[in-house]
């Protein structure tokens, strides 16, 4: 009976503690609050007008914005957390991945972000744009953020640049107040895109980039990883290649969600048959070379994007970095596609001709050259690998990605049966096969 008494006792202990704690924490939080609303008026009352933005950071206290950040401070610390506070950091793109990403910074203790936008809110904005609100439709995009980034905190320095970003004003708008820790990629367009990309990679500034949130609609699907692994996002499969192109291979970390397109779910939103017969497409767009149709956007999953970047960057200056899993989601699916092609020699009576591919050769099989489906039928399940020509040697130029019935189709009359190509295929799918093999001997140079 004692004992149990002794237990009820201590729990009562314990929850009074608790209460008292939190009271008391309130209570310091109000009473602090209560003093910054009283500094203000007397302020007013004295001037005429309350202090400028720049003032208004030295009325919170160090120990007054600690508050605000004590769940990440338990988490990563006080050294992170004030290591944060020093990083400046430029967003380029305000809309629906970069709102998100400034909002979650700045609520994360950021305080120098500088936003680069061009764009004003619509009222489409408001579906996926972290804070806008009626009242902001038809301002700036970078200026909405300093608004009530202003009211989430006040010492944060909030830098909105109102311009398009342009390889030609990068030095400008990138370096133009001091050299940033990271250059956060938010934009739409992809010769910008990948003219920003260079351009942090050149003057070795970290930065991570988001794909493609558009017609995807799975968050399990979201991924980390280095440009040279997405899968699954065709957005990413342009940015890699024009890189590859001006020699960059690797070491761009981006967001992208692996989640397969199907057209069930969104398709491009189609431009009137009547304007393609006019002519000079590119020319109804507000701007050059970007989107003239869209692909419509699931209003969740650019704010799943963006709140990735943040937690990105700050793992990056913790010592609790991402450790993400290249391919999570696919590798077993590039298996066992390779493994139907060793299948396949050995039913066709070659079981110990070495297959000269790797398995990383099978993703940029499928992915790169084939677009994720077969050049027959179109189709983009239960794919496997095929030798085409048989009498050429298996190699990355006579190796097609097909179904698994076009395959066996193919081995039938192909490469068991014997019978030509060009008497099983017509000239459409085998013109196709002939593009996608010269596209792979024009792709390999960049490998």
Known sequence: ????????????????????????????????????????????NKGGQTKSDTDKYHQYDEQFTRQSLKNNVEFLGEDTIEKLSNQYVVVVGAGGVGSWVVNSLVRSGCRKIRVVDFD??????????????????????????RRHMREIAPWCEIDPINELWTLQNGERLTLGNGTPDFI????????????LLEFAYNHGIKVISSMGASAKSDPTKLNVGDLATTEEDPLARVVRRKLKKRGILSGIPVVFSAEKPDPKKAKLLPLPDEEYERGK?????????????????????????????????????????????????????????Y?????????????????????????????????GKSPISGISTRLTLTKWDPSKPISLQNVVVLTKNEQKVHEDRVLKGKESLQDVYDAKVLKLVSQRFREEAYYSQFR
């Open 184 to 195: 956060v990629d938010c934009i739409d367009n992809i010769d910008t895109k990948v003219d």
């Open 281 to 337: 497409v590119d020319e109804l767009s507000a701007l050059k070379d970007f989107r003239v149709r869209i692909l419509p956007v699931l209003g969740t999953m650019p704010s799943l994007f963006g709140l990735t970047i943040t937690t990105w960057i700050l793992s990056n200056i913790s010592d609790k970095p991402l450790e993400p899993v290249e391919g999570k989601n696919r590798i077993k699916v590039y298996d066992g596609i």
């Open 120 to 145: 004003q809110v619509s009222l489409s904005s408001l579906n996926r744009h972290s804070c806008a609100i009626l009242n902001d439709v038809g301002t700036p995009k970078v200026e909405c953020l």
């Open 339 to 371: 493994q139907s092609l060793a299948g396949q020699m050995s039913r066709v009576g070659i079981p110990s001709q070495r297959i000269p591919l790797a398995l990383k050769d099978v993703s940029y099989l499928v992915e790169e050259v084939f677009k």
């Open 1 to 44: 009976m004692v004992e149990k008494d002794t237990w009820k006792l201590i729990t009562a202990t314990a929850l009074f503690t608790v209460a008292v704690t939190t009271i008391t924490d309130y209570a310091w939080t109000s009473w602090q609050a209560q003093k910054q609303v009283i500094a203000q008026q007397k302020n007013k």
